[in-house]
């Protein structure tokens, strides 16, 4: 079966595209590498999405997740590996290869690594990029946190609630996050900052024992959440040809790639604003333009 679209990533940006693609009566198909709702699985706190003042990134996963059922929007958990270009696009996964008209990809972006010895080894025996997967596993113990950023503060804030102590490793003098949350971090007691600093050693081997600062202090730490930026997860693209040197996805104004039926939107693309609410109205505004094309055949 040809269908008319396959949507790579059931984050926020594919749902948005799968949603207005699907209501719009295309032949969709969605391929999500781990669980729907993407990112939104590993955020504590999401209070700046219209209609949900405060809620959890799960709640809205979950919610997200529900709207996709209800629909019957067909998904498969499937990474893909490969897509070639052409008329009839072919989008290869492990086994198995789907062919559509057109594509969009949203597959998003991965936590950026630190770049220390033995981080690989040490992911999950200490090392974590999630704070909602794993700052629970740490409660009574002193953790660090790594990052100036609003998800490093947003992170260790919810982290600091949990454990006994927090550590807030920053490599500047002053964040880069928002005010509020940055005064909110100040004012809890089990919360020490640390300013113009870098963890520069991971200690232990089958998990972590601890960590060095600036080449001089130990930290005796049971976990290090990292937070220091993310990239491209793409590394199935490289043979389109579509993306800058760092991995984003170049779009036009319709959110097409220069690949002709090839679209990309969300956190994979290079633009100025990654948030849920941008990634959500890229999806559809490119499923939109999908089902034109669809319709007059082109
Ligand atoms: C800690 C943290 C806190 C945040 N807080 C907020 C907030 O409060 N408000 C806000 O608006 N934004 C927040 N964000 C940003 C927001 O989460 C992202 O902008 C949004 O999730 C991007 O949506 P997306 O669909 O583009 O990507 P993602 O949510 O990353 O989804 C991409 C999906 O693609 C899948 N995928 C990747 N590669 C493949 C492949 N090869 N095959 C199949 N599937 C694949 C992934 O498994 C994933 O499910 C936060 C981010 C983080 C990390």
Redesign the pocket.
């Known amino acids: 079966m040809v269908y008319d679209l396959i949507i ?8 948005g595209a799968a949603i207005y693609a699907k209501r719009s009566g295309l032949n969709v198909l969605c ?10 699985n ?2 504590n ?5 219209l209609g949900f003042p405060h809620t959890t ?1 799960p709640e809205l996963a979950a919610l997200l997740f529900e709207q996709i059922r209800k629909l019957e929007i067909p998904f498969k958990i ?4 490969w897509i070639e270009g052409g008329e009839t696009k072919k989008v290869h996964c492990d086994n198995e290869v789907f062919e559509s008209k057109y594509v969009i990809i ?4 991965k ?1 950026r690594k630190l770049g220390l010895k033995n981080e690989a080894n040490l992911v999950n025996k200490g090392i974590s990029y999630c704070a909602i997967c794993d700052a629970a596993l740490y409660k009574g113990k002193d953790v660090a946190v790594v990052g100036g950023g ?2 490093a503060i ?2 260790a804030i919810y982290i600091a609630k949990l454990v006994n102590k927090v550590y807030l490793i920053h490599r500047r003098d002053e964040f880069r996050a928002d005010e509020k949350l940055v005064e909110e971090l100040k004012k809890l007691p089990n919360v020490e900052i640390l300013y113009n600093s870098n963890v520069t050693e991971l200690i232990g081997t089958e998990k972590l024992e601890g960590i060095i600062v600036n080449g001089e202090r130990k930290l005796d730490v049971a976990c290090l959440f990292t ?1 220091v930026g ?1 990239e491209p ?1 793409g590394d ?1 693209l490289s043979d389109l040809e579509i993306t800058d040197e760092k991995g984003y996805i170049l779009v036009d104004d319709n959110y097409q790639t220069k690949e002709d039926g090839i679209y990309a ?4 693309i290079l633009k100025k604003v ?6 959500a109205s890229e999806g559809a505004v490119a499923a939109l333009e999908v089902v034109k094309r669809v319709k007059n055949n082109n």
Do not use: H, M, W
């Not at 990654?274 to 990634?279: D, E, L, P, R, S």
């Open positions: 790579v990533g059931l984050g926020p940006a594919g749902a391929l999500e590498a781990e669980a729907p709702g993407g990112l939104l590993r955020i706190t999401v209070d700046n999405y990134g499937k990474k893909v590996t949203a597959s998003g972006r936590a609003n998800s947003e992170e937070y993310y997860q199935f939107v969300g956190d994979a990654y948030q849920i609410v941008t990634a």
